[in-house]
Structure formats: C-alpha cells, structure tokens
C-alpha cells in the first residue's frame, strides 16, 4: 500500500528506494523486513500505483517509459547489443495546447497499435519507444501525414522525429530526461 500511494503521489521508484533505504539503516525491525522481501513488496507496489495512474490517463506515466526502457536496454545488453541497434524513440512536440495534445494522442494511438509504451511528458511532448526497424520510419511518417491533414491542428505547431538512442547505456536516463525537459 505505501509503494502505491508514493506512486499515485507522482514519486519516483529511486526516491522511495532512497528513503526505504535510510529508514532501514536507522531501524533493525525495518531493516528485517526489507530483507525477507519487503523492498519487492514495495517495488511491487510502486509499479500497480503507477500501471493504475496510467489506465486513467491517455498514456503511460514517464517513469512507466523510462522504467520500459531500462528493461529493454538491460535486454538487449544480454544479448550483446548497444541501445541504439534495436531501440529508438518517436518524439511528438506540440504547441502545449490540451487540444493538440489530445488529437495528437488519436493519431499516435491509431499510428503505434502494437504495444509501444507511450508516455506525455509536461513540456506538451509524447513520447514513443519503438523497435528501430524500417516499420518505424513507416509508421513516423504515416503520424506525420495524419497530423498535417488534421484540420485542427492547422494552427498548432507540431513536429515529429525519430530520436536514435545513445549507443553507451549510461547516456540513456540522460539522453530521455533530455528529450522530457
């Protein structure tokens, strides 16, 4: 319950990591518990609080992305690949507006129907994590087109690219705090 409500609350997993950590330094009765699986129930917690937050928004919350991300990136390490070989990520940056984020959602969603994680950042952008294979470059073009013949967005300033990933795996938090900033 107390990983869900951090998450719902909008708390990073690091920072609730971080304060388990030194209240389990200062108490041993706490510091047990952590040990016999305590921080997974946490863990675990934070993720539900985050997975529900996200099915009442239209998108993914950012840490869900960056947690994604992370996961996919410690996969392809395993396998021996750089980030940047099989993932990329689709940026869309509105002029802020509620309406253009919203019809900038309808296009994403009809665009990216595979299970890509799309998360919205403040600054008025969404972002897409893709595999970097030639559907993507299909798939971005294909949002760009039906942004352009959006007849409400002909006023909004909208633009669409593919970000490439770094290829060292610690640019990568770096690299997406950039792009949410």
């Known amino acids: ?8 609350e909008g ?13 389990a330094s200062r108490s041993r ?25 996200g099915r009442a928004q239209a998108f993914t919350p950012f840490e869900v992305l960056r947690l994604r991300l992370h996961q996919q990136v410690q996969r392809g390490e395993v396998l021996g690949e750089a980030p940047g070989e099989n993932l ?14 919203e019809r900038v959602a309808q296009h994403a969603r009809e665009a990216f129907r595979t299970g890509e994680t799309m998360a919205a950042t403040p600054s008025g952008k969404l972002i897409i994590l893709v595999p970097r ?7 971005t073009l294909q949002l760009t087109e039906s942004l352009d013949a959006d007849e409400f967005l002909v006023s909004a300033s909208v633009r669409v ?10 640019h990568i938090d770096s690299h997406l705090l950039g792009l949410a900033s």
């Open 161 to 170: 690219w593919i970000e490439p990933l770094a290829m060292s795996v610690d």
């Open 88 to 101: 990329a990520l689709v940026v869309v940056e509105t002029d802020g507006s509620v309406e253009a984020a």
């Open 133 to 139: 294979d030639p559907s993507t470059r299909e798939l």
């Open 11 to 23: 708390h990073s997993l690091d920072d609730v990591l971080a304060w388990f950590h030194r209240l």
């Open 1 to 8: 319950m107390i990983g869900r409500h951090f998450a719902t």
């Open 29 to 53: 009765a706490f510091r047990q518990h952590i040990a016999v699986g305590g921080i997974i129930e946490l863990a675990s917690g934070w993720a539900e609080g985050l997975l529900d937050a």
